[in-house]
């Protein structure tokens, strides 16, 4: 796939966007992992519980080293990934340094807006004070949204696989965040809440009061399905409340579920290139991207863990025009789509799809 990537057209990098499917511990470099490494001496795990050392470099990893934790095949190889990069990061200052690098890098790609998943629930898990890591948090994002005005909203990620009960706790979290930051400044950037982890291990029912729960204090609803389950998964999702959902790669398997996602324009948050590293997708020409869209379902371009999948946002528009034939035209819909599915107020997103607009009559 990486030859697909060489040029991305100055349309696209000139295109206003927003993403909706990012997950923060995703967009980790392996320059910062590398980093944060050495930072913790920790030796990065590659399989087989062999650690992946230059002999010649003690205890320090070189970007090599890292790149190959992410050499995986499969969705729990992806899980695996995932989990090693968390485990790396330990203090707020960790948190706050992705953060700020995480906007420095939607700013390269012409993003003006971002709604990104943290995972709560593996803090929780690992036993971490969230409290002293949401200020870090909070530190990045600030400091990001100052230097390169992109604009951050969080929402908190909760595990399926670790069941109802934690993801409850999450959503207490989110809603308890949210609403001291409401009281002493009018605004929030928590957002919404999410399920994220291995649907297979954690159907969406399971979690129908947590997210009805967290609609009763005004957090968004956003769910993982159909990502590596089947339509019954999406159903799930929609029937505990959820107003987007990530991936829905598998919605085709059921026609009616298409034509209700296109009636009611239901949000889908598309990830081509997660779906083919994770073998949710077997083969590129598969995805169904490009029907959906002309299904008319609402579909907006994310990726999901861009540092992890070795792409960007810029790279999935360009993927999706040299794969799938997208015009300029319907990009920039793609692109107005992230914007109006975002959770951002109405007069928040009038003046990003102006900036849209603006850049449509330059063209």
């Given at each position: 796939?990486?030859g697909?990537?060489?040029?991305?057209?100055?349309?696209?990098?000139?295109?206003?966007?927003?993403?909706?499917?990012?997950?923060?511990?995703?967009?980790?470099?392996?320059?910062?992992?590398?980093?944060?490494?050495?930072?913790?001496?920790?030796?990065?795990?590659?399989?087989?519980?062999?650690?992946?050392?230059?002999?010649?470099?003690?205890?320090?990893?070189?970007?090599?080293?890292?790149?190959?934790l992410?050499?995986?095949?499969?969705?729990?190889?992806?899980?695996?990934?995932?989990?090693?990069?968390?485990?790396?990061?330990?203090?707020?200052?960790?948190?706050?340094?992705?953060?700020?690098?995480?906007?420095?890098?939607?700013r390269?790609?012409?993003?003006?807006?971002?709604?990104?998943?943290?995972?709560?629930?593996?803090?929780?898990?690992?036993?971490q004070?969230?409290?002293?890591?949401?200020?870090?948090?909070?530190?990045?994002?600030?400091?990001?949204?100052?230097?390169?005005?992109?604009?951050?909203?969080?929402?908190?990620?909760?595990?399926?696989?670790?069941?109802?009960d934690?993801?409850?706790?999450?959503?207490?979290?989110?809603?308890?965040?949210?609403?001291?930051?409401?009281?002493?400044?009018?605004?929030?950037?928590?957002?919404?809440?999410?399920?994220?982890?291995?649907?297979?291990?954690?159907?969406?029912?399971?979690?129908?009061?947590?997210y009805?729960?967290?609609?009763?204090?005004?957090l968004?609803?956003?769910?993982?399905?159909?990502?590596?389950?089947?339509?019954?998964?999406?159903?799930?999702?929609?029937?505990?409340?959820?107003?987007?959902?990530?991936?829905?790669?598998?919605?085709?398997?059921?026609a009616?579920?298409?034509?209700?996602?296109?009636?009611?324009?239901?949000?889908?948050?598309?990830?081509?290139?997660?779906?083919?590293?994770?073998?949710?997708?077997?083969?590129?020409?598969?995805?169904?991207?490009?029907?959906?869209?002309?299904?008319?379902?609402?579909?907006?371009l994310?990726?999901?863990?861009?540092?992890?999948?070795?792409?960007?946002?810029?790279?999935?528009?360009?993927?999706?025009?040299?794969?799938?034939?997208?015009?300029?035209?319907?990009l920039?819909?793609?692109?107005?789509?992230?914007?109006?599915?975002?959770?951002?107020?109405?007069?928040?997103?009038?003046?990003?799809?102006?900036l849209?607009?603006?850049?449509?009559?330059?063209?």
């Amino acid at each position: 796939m990486s030859g697909l990537f060489f040029n991305v057209s100055p349309f696209i990098r000139a295109l206003p966007k927003a993403e909706l499917h990012l997950h923060l511990e995703g967009t980790v470099s392996p320059q910062t992992l590398s980093e944060l490494s050495r930072k913790h001496n920790t030796p990065m795990p590659v399989e087989n519980n062999r650690y992946a050392i230059n002999p010649d470099s003690g205890s320090e990893l070189t970007v090599a080293d890292v790149e190959r934790l992410y050499e995986y095949t499969d969705f729990q190889g992806f899980l695996m990934a995932f989990k090693a990069v968390t485990e790396r990061l330990r203090t707020p200052e960790d948190y706050e340094l992705i953060t700020y690098r995480m906007l420095q890098q939607l700013r390269d790609e012409n993003v003006f807006h971002a709604e990104a998943f943290v995972s709560v629930g593996v803090i929780h898990w690992r036993g971490q004070e969230f409290e002293h890591i949401f200020e870090g948090l909070e530190r990045g994002r600030i400091t990001g949204e100052r230097d390169f005005g992109v604009s951050l909203l969080w929402i908190f990620d909760a595990v399926r696989n670790f069941g109802a009960d934690e993801a409850y706790k999450v959503a207490d979290e989110a809603v308890a965040y949210r609403e001291r930051q409401l009281a002493e400044t009018g605004k929030s950037s928590v957002v919404g809440i999410g399920i994220g982890g291995d649907e297979l291990r954690g159907a969406p029912e399971l979690f129908r009061n947590t997210y009805r729960y967290a609609a009763n204090h005004d957090l968004r609803l956003t769910a993982h399905a159909g990502e590596n389950a089947g339509p019954g998964s999406i159903w799930g999702a929609l029937n505990i409340g959820a107003e987007r959902l990530g991936h829905g790669l598998n919605a085709f398997q059921d026609a009616e579920l298409i034509e209700h996602l296109a009636e009611k324009q239901i949000p889908v948050e598309v990830c081509i290139s997660s779906n083919l590293r994770t073998g949710c997708c077997k083969r590129i020409e598969d995805h169904p991207v490009k029907k959906m869209f002309d299904a008319g379902v609402m579909i907006t371009l994310n990726t999901d863990d861009p540092a992890m999948f070795g792409t960007s946002l810029n790279k999935e528009y360009q993927l999706a025009q040299d794969v799938f034939g997208f015009s300029d035209e319907q990009l920039r819909e793609i692109a107005r789509n992230s914007f109006e599915a975002s959770f951002l107020g109405a007069e928040e997103k009038v003046g990003f799809l102006d900036l849209l607009d603006a850049q449509s009559t330059k063209a």
